[in-house]
């Protein structure tokens, strides 16, 4: 298996010929190729097989809402009691949906509603907890606000209360591997979804971080999710990907996601990572507390939309967006 990555560049002084990346600011001429040999060499972008270089091309359709002519903050909102960085803090339906009404007024694209935790180590809880956690703030928000709503869960009966109020988009982290009932809502409720990687259960997932190449393998779980989707009658068109990263993953392995994580866009989806206040943040910018993550948090994530990711999954939304207009300021 081979995968390219486009070495992208911004500017209005390019080489004829260049290319722009998913039709935003940044191009490229050339790519790297990287293979199951664990080499990579250089090859001119007109080299690149022509299906994997139209999806490079190729702007993305909008989903829920959001077009791609623009980098986007999702914002989080854990309705947990155990959630990593802010479990239990926003339990009451009040805090929840004052929090959600902050990020808004910061510039939020999309928030994401999540009512049970996925850290590494956490265990599943019964659809009907997390609909009890849920279905209140869901309404609530899908009622009030205009900024569409996203639910982070693995479960069909939990995604079809949230679509019922309003939401417009569900976020899986398990790929939609865990409900066999999920695929076919989607489908006929006709909502984006977010297929993102990782090797196992929440609980047992960092026990499974072993991968001969993690770039080859997250790419290739990917690309056969999105597939096996397909066939299912979830159109790619329907399909934003995340490469899970701290998801069954060191330390090393997120590196080498975020230093490669432009071949994900030879799958023909919008990308979406979520980095916010994770453990090897913490590792490499010393900072113990996960509230404290917020400047390396950052750091990564712009280094992310240079590589053209177009969607940030973050706790620090003000912060982020602040960052993020500035960053669009300067490449467009």
């Known amino acids: 298996m081979k995968v390219y990555r486009p070495l992208l560049q911004s500017g209005v002084s390019r080489p004829e010929g260049a290319l722009f990346l998913v039709g935003g600011p940044l191009w490229f001429t050339h790519a790297e190729e990287l ?6 060499r250089l090859i001119e972008a007109r080299q690149i097989p022509d299906d994997v270089l139209q999806r490079l091309v190729r702007r ?9 002519d623009k980098p986007h903050v999702m914002g989080i909102l854990n309705l947990t009691p155990d959630s990593f960085s802010d479990g239990g803090k926003f339990r009451s339906v009040n805090a929840a949906v004052n929090a959600a009404c902050i990020m808004v007024k910061a510039g939020v694209d999309i928030i994401d509603i999540g009512g049970e935790s996925t850290r590494p180590g956490a265990h599943s809880v019964s659809v009907e907890e997390e609909i009890r956690r849920v279905r209140s703030v869901v309404c609530e928000l899908a009622q009030r606000l205009d900024t569409p709503l996203s639910i982070d869960t693995r479960k069909a009966e939990v995604a079809r209360l949230a679509i019922d109020c309003g939401a417009a988009l569900v976020n ?4 939609l591997t865990y409900d066999a009932n999920l695929a076919s809502l989607c489908v006929e409720r006709k909502i984006p979804v977010c297929v993102m990687h990782s090797p196992a259960e929440p609980s047992l997932m960092q ?3 072993q991968y001969d190449n993690v770039v080859l393998s997250v790419y290739a779980f990917l690309d056969a999710r999105i597939r096996e989707l397909e066939t ?5 068109d329907q399909v934003i990907v995340d490469p899970g990263i701290g998801f069954g993953k060191t ?24 980095v916010s206040r994770k453990g090897f943040i913490g590792k490499i910018g010393r900072a113990l507390k996960a509230t404290d993550r917020g400047p390396g948090s950052i750091a990564v994530g712009l280094a992310a939309m240079a590589q053209g990711v177009q969607i940030l999954r973050v706790h620090d939304v003000e912060a982020t967006s602040q960052a993020v207009r500035l ?6």
Do not use: Y
């Not at 293979?35 to 990579?40: A, I, L």
């Not at 899986?172 to 790929?175: A, F, L, N």
């Not at 330390?251 to 979520?274: F, S, W």
């Open 60 to 68: 993305p359709l909008p989903r829920s809402g959001l077009t791609f």
């Open 251 to 274: 330390l090393d392995h997120n590196l080498a996601l975020l230093k490669n994580i432009a071949t994900l866009h030879g799958l023909g989806c919008p990308v979406m990572v979520g």
């Open 207 to 209: 026990e499974r971080a």
């Open 327 to 332: 960053w669009s300021a300067v490449h467009n």
């Open 35 to 40: 293979g199951d040999d664990h080499e990579s």
């Open 232 to 236: 299912q009658g979830v159109s790619r």
């Open 172 to 175: 899986d982290v398990s790929g």
